[in-house]
């Protein structure tokens, strides 16, 4: 049975969490002199001289009834980068522990890892993008504390077989990260629902990609409450500004933007992929169930140069092992992936 306690570091788990004013002193009062912020206000149309909600009960509130995930299984960041960077310092003793990342994948895990001078056990991904359960199982010893799959993976695209990431859930002795920042996208279901059976098991999602709001700064975590009082317990106290919960909340009531727009750009999907196929110098299409599409091209670093000096900027992913010869190309309107196609097509 998986029990958190037994991989927390010991410093963690003894760690005396910074206090606010906010943390010792909860309900409502006239006059708030506790916390050295400006009593006259801001030279802004809006005060902003408070410090915010700490653990963001209203966002928490609302995203709870929309995922359907009761608030203490939530934690909130500045950035899903944030929740992976917490993870790390909860879990990963430096200089001892390592994790497992399966390339090509999103490059936070390693650079996170490298921050906290954390040891990476890289398992390629198969040839066909999938998950290579035997490798991670084979590489995962007594220091291996957490496994990040990505789903749908950055750069290929593709979701990861539920019955592989179930496997991994019931034989991975730490924590499972399963990065859904894609996943509004995607044919596939969340496993938030598995969150249930699995005490090990980590979902992050975003406000980046979908909800189009990757300038805010919020990402979420879902997962046991025992990980997530930890994630609090580490974080810093007021990482989730008070301007971004207002706006995630006016965002998370016009849930129908978002979902039109999912529509939007899973229609521009499939067509920009119809007309890639007519394009000459693109010899392989992957499967996406993402925003974006890896598209294999002849000359792709050429071809990348080129789009840059017509304006058109995508991502050169052709030095990325398995994806030599790729560029990655985000989804963009009607028009901007016109735009593109007549620039490819004129080459
Ligand atoms: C874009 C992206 C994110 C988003 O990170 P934020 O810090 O929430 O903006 C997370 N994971 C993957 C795989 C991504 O591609």
Redesign the pocket.
């Known amino acids: 049975m998986f029990d958190i306690e037994n991989i927390v570091r010991q410093n963690i788990k003894s760690l005396k969490p910074y206090s606010s004013a906010r943390d010792e002193f909860k309900g409502e009062a006239k006059v708030y002199l506790d916390a050295n912020e400006n009593s006259y206000g801001s030279p802004l149309p809006h005060a902003y001289n408070r410090y915010p909600d700490p653990l963001q009960h209203e966002v928490k509130a609302k995203l709870s009834s929309i995922k359907g995930v009761p608030a203490q299984n939530i934690f909130l960041g500045n ?4 929740a992976i960077d917490v993870l790390y310092r909860i879990v990963c003793e430096p200089g001892l522990d390592n994790v497992i990342i399966c390339p090509p ?2 490059g ?1 895990y390693e650079v996170s890892a490298n921050i906290n001078n954390v040891a990476i056990k890289r398992v390629n991904l198969l040839p066909s993008f999938d998950l290579d359960v035997e490798g991670i199982l084979e590489a995962m010893d007594e220091n291996s504390k957490m496994l990040f799959i ?1 789903s749908p993976n ?1 750069p290929t695209g593709n979701s990861m077989h539920l019955d592989d990431i179930e496997v991994l859930l019931q034989k991975f002795k730490g924590i499972v990260v399963i ?1 859904e ?2 996943i509004n996208y995607a044919r596939q279901h969340s496993t938030i629902r598995l969150l249930v059976d699995y005490a090990n098991l980590v979902v ?1 999602q ?4 979908a909800w189009g709001l ?1 300038a805010l ?3 979420m975590a879902f997962a046991s409450q025992d990980i997530i009082d930890y994630m609090n317990k580490v974080k810093p106290p007021y990482n989730v500004n008070l301007a971004t919960q207002q706006l995630a909340l006016q965002a998370l009531d016009n849930i129908q933007w978002v979902n039109e727009h999912i529509r939007e750009t899973v229609k521009s999907r499939n067509e920009l992929v119809a007309a890639l196929q007519a394009v000459k110098t693109v010899k392989h299409i992957y499967p996406t169930d993402a925003n974006f599409i890896l598209v294999k091209m002849d000359n792709a670093k050429q071809m990348y140069d080129y789009l840059v000096q017509q304006g058109t900027i995508v991502r050169d992913r052709s030095k990325v092992e398995l994806c030599e010869g790729c560029l990655r190309i985000t989804i963009g309107t009607t028009q901007e992936n016109q735009t593109l196609i007549q620039q490819l097509q004129q080459l």
């Open positions: 950035g899903s980068d944030e994948t999103y936070m990505c950055n990065d920042a894609y992050l975003t406000f980046s990609k990757a700064r919020l990402g």
